[in-house]
T-cell receptor, first 110, second 111 residues
Framework: SQTIHQWPATLVQPVGSPLSLECTVEGTSNPNLYWYRQAAGRGLQLLFYSVGIGQISSEVPQNLSASRPQDRQFILSSKKLLLSDSGFYLC?????????FGPGTRLTVT | GQQVMQIPQYQHVQEGEDFTTYCNSSTTLSNIQWYKQRPGGHPVFLIQLVKSGEVKKQKRLTFQFGEAKKNSSLHITATQTTDVGTYFCAGPTGTASKLTFGTGTRLQVTL
């Protein structure tokens, strides 16, 4: 069966520091992968999606970037965090039509 | 762009009462999906509806897709404390199986 991992689970970072969040998927090949951000008590905002290695599409202009160095690995990065980057970051992969989410990373920028 | 709104934003019920959340899309949808997110957790896929007017049931949960395929509802009969969470609808948008998620309805159930 398919499994999706995210780490770290929680992260507290100062403003201006770099960020790297990792997501890996097991049990499937060539999945579509997604990064979402969820502000506290809010909905899901799609940040990036990828249909294959090295293929990244950005949905929202921001100081974040994404990369897909391997088929089942998706990385979210930032060179300098802003206070507004705080939130719950979720990675997901799509089956035939539905999406399956990882456990998420709760990021607090101080 | 496509917008998906849900009402209410929040509902507090006593255990045993019924609950309904409504989902409205600004565009016609080929399908509608529903997800549940428990407090502190991640969204979990519940169901997909495809046909106009389709009704599906999962135990105490009843999902409907509108005739015009622009709206949907989720009804929970006799809520339990395990139903607590935020319910999102989602519709496909663009390519790559992307989804636009609704604004969500947070359900609180008390004894």
């Amino acid at each position: 069966s398919q499994t999706i991992h995210q780490w770290p689970a929680t992260l507290v970072q100062p403003v201006g520091s770099p960020l790297s969040l990792e997501c890996t998927v097991e049990g499937t090949s060539n999945p579509n992968l997604y990064w979402y951000r969820q502000a506290a008590g809010r909905g899901l905002q799609l940040l990036f999606y990828s249909v294959g290695i090295g293929q990244i599409s950005s949905e929202v202009p921001q100081n974040l970037s994404a990369s897909r160095p391997q088929d089942r690995q998706f990385i979210l990065s930032s060179k300098k965090l802003l206070l507004s980057d705080s939130g719950f970051y979720l990675c997901a992969w799509s089956g035939y039509y539905e999406q399956y989410f990882g456990p998420g990373t709760r990021l607090t920028v101080t | 762009g496509q917008q998906v709104m849900q009402i209410p934003q929040y509902q507090h019920v006593q255990e045993g009462e019924d609950f309904t959340t409504y989902c409205n899309s600004s565009t016609t949808l080929s399908n509608i999906q529903w997800y549940k997110q428990r407090p502190g957790g991640h969204p979990v896929f519940l169901i997909q509806l495809v046909k106009s007017g389709e009704v599906k049931k999962q135990k105490r949960l009843t999902f409907q897709f509108g005739e015009a395929k622009k709206n949907s509802s989720l009804h929970i009969t006799a809520t339990q404390t395990t139903d607590v969470g935020t319910y999102f609808c989602a519709g496909p948008t663009g390519t790559a199986s992307k989804l636009t998620f609704g604004t969500g309805t947070r359900l609180q159930v008390t004894l």
